[in-house]
């Protein structure tokens, strides 16, 4: 809708043309790029999510969890990388389906076009709030939920309070160790992921020349979308895994679990990044290079406090979601390296259902705590460094 040209809207007015028949006819055309995107991203997220098919799918099997069973079960490598391969057929089909739509509906937009801001309406704007606080609620029910059966003693038969399930030490699992070990991953996976992202973008969208090479790491940096967390992780099974290669004295350490994550999530940040830069004047270089300034002298005094919001939400991404990650790093860690995620499937295979809640629960708490102080850094910084963006 942001994308809709204004002149469109009063055209259709103007002819008479009643709300629905706009929507079909000047709504409806304009975003469906956009929808058919929508379903190609939310089928690739459903048809290789890994964590919620194994634990709420019982004996139902998809393509993820037979990978699993595969590897983990039956110590069949070459078997979960046949299954690896079937399934990221048809999660790179969507990902290039949504890169065609995407591109179309780029090719809608003219230069002259003029941005529809809709009239502001009261009644609208408090039934969608009313929608959203409903979406809201049922979210926070299920938390909620999982938070209470946590602290209860036997859940659902005896609902004192207890907090001998956060006694992880007690469980199968892995321990506190397994929770701290997750802090330090989501750590380093914010710090060396997001100065790797932006770095990238930069190099990508800002450096001359060399038009194949760019072209090809802008490709390469769309791909991990479309490779789900399992294959990724039995690819560098497969690689780090391999007597003769000289870097597999990494694997089963921090560092490969570092790398493998910072991998999977790098398509989402690198495209945050790019529209941060794409938002630069191109002539801050140009002028930089006539003052005969070393470009990384700009890179640092220029460009990262212009793109420090969005350098600030790409850290606080990768946080979050290495602090949630199962699929990609179920196959790497080791038992000095067991995460918090892991550590919760584990017991809840277990039986451990209101010890792997609790785990959870503690997951939840650190990302959402983390989220709020960014949110406020955040505001504080904007305050500060970005007025120049106010008008």
Not at 269 to 297: G, I, N, R, W
Request: glycine share 6%.
């Amino acid at each position: 809708m942001a994308n809709a040209d204004a002149r469109l809207y009063e055209a259709a007015q103007v002819l008479g043309a009643g709300k629905i028949k706009t929507f079909f006819t000047v709504t409806l055309p304009g975003v469906r790029y956009g929808l058919v995107s929508a379903f190609f991203v939310g089928f690739t997220l459903v048809i290789t999510d890994f964590g919620v098919p194994k634990v709420l799918g019982g004996k139902y099997n998809v393509l993820a969890t037979d990978i699993y069973k595969q590897v983990v079960g039956r110590l069949d490598f070459e078997m979960g990388a046949v299954v690896g391969m079937v399934l990221l057929v048809p999660a790179v089909a969507a990902f290039f389906a949504d890169r065609i739509a995407q591109s179309r509906q780029v090719a809608l937009l003219s230069a002259r076009a003029v941005p529809y801001e809709p009239k502001p309406s009261r009644r609208f704007a408090m039934m969608m709030m009313g929608f959203c606080m409903l979406i809201g609620a049922l979210i926070l029910t299920v938390l909620g939920t999982a938070a209470f059966a946590s602290v209860a003693k036997l859940w659902p038969y005896n609902l004192s309070f207890s907090l001998n399930h956060y006694d992880f030490d007690l469980m199968d699992g892995g321990g506190w160790d397994s929770y701290f070990n997750t802090l330090e991953l989501a750590a380093w996976v914010a710090v060396i992921g997001t100065m790797a992202v932006f770095t990238g973008a930069y190099l990508v969208e800002k450096s001359k020349g060399f038009e194949t090479g760019r072209s090809m790491m802008q490709f390469l940096c769309m791909i991990p979308m479309a490779v789900p967390g399992l294959v990724l992780g039995l690819a560098y099974i497969f690689f780090f895994n391999d007597p003769d290669n000289p870097l597999g004295f990494i694997y089963h350490t921090m560092p490969i679990l570092v790398i493998c994550t910072v991998t999977h999530f790098y398509t989402v940040s690198h495209l945050t990044a790019v529209t941060a830069l794409k938002q630069m004047d191109p002539e801050f270089e140009a002028v930089s290079a006539s003052l005969k300034v070393p470009f990384f002298k700009t890179f640092i005094q220029v460009t990262v406090p212009v793109c420090l919001p969005a350098i600030l939400d790409i850290s606080i991404y990768l946080f979050v979601n290495a602090m949630t990650t199962v699929s990609a790093v179920i196959f790497l860690y080791s038992t000095e390296t067991n995460l918090a995620s892991v550590a919760a499937l584990n017991m809840d295979d277990a039986g451990d259902v209101a010890p792997a809640a609790a785990m959870c629960v503690m997951i939840v708490f650190v990302s959402a705590t983390v989220r709020i102080f960014h949110a406020i850094f955040t505001r504080g910084m904007a305050r500060r460094s970005q007025l120049w963006r106010q008008r």
